[in-house]
């Protein structure tokens, strides 16, 4: 009877190790998909708030011409 309660409760420690294994790598992921976009959009954002200004400076000194 103990026996089968020891190895029960090594197979409940292997499942805890094993779903630790899961968290972890699941937040390895996740962590990266934030990373990712936060590079794909907030990145270009800024870089549209740099070039909007120029096109529009390029634009209005074409038009003083007129």
Not at 27 to 41: E, G, P, S
Request: proline share 3%; no cysteine; glycine share 4%.
């Amino acid at each position: 009877m103990e026996q089968e309660l020891l190895d029960k409760l090594n197979q409940m420690e292997q499942k805890v190790e094993e779903t630790r294994v899961l968290a972890q790598k699941t937040y390895k992921l996740f962590l990266w998909t934030m990373i990712a976009t936060v590079v794909m959009f907030v990145l270009p954002l800024i870089a549209l708030a740099i070039v909007i200004p120029y096109f529009l400076k390029t634009i209005t000194s074409g038009l003083n011409g007129l």
